[in-house]
């Protein structure tokens, strides 16, 4: 059974940092493209970054140059650093395979980014 827990979100002041975690078990990360994802209230999902089995990263335009995706084989998990936080990033993070396995979400992580 694949698990994916999300960790590492909280509360930040605009421009600050976080370090968000996706532990996989069940499932060989190093194997899978994998996304961070996020859903702000009334909206839809949306990935906003992805790193492919082989390492190559993407990211939606309006992370471009703030967030960094990475991957730890060793430990199976999926790091999104996101740096230069707006108040527009304020959604729950989830990761997931590309294309997306439903029974893969997890609960994810709550960014709030305020003053």
Known sequence: QVQLVESGGGLVQ???????Y???SGIMLRFNAMGWYRQAPGEQRELVASI???GSTNYADSVKGRFTISRDN???TVFLQMNSL?????AVYY?????????YWGQGTQVTVSS
């Open 14 to 20: 605009p421009g600050g940092s976080l370090r968000l």
């Open 22 to 24: 996706c532990a996989a």
């Open 52 to 54: 492919s089995s082989s």
């Open 74 to 76: 060793g430990k199976n």
């Open 86 to 90: 707006k108040p527009e990033d304020t």
């Open 95 to 103: 990761c997931n395979t590309i294309p997306t396995r439903r029974t």
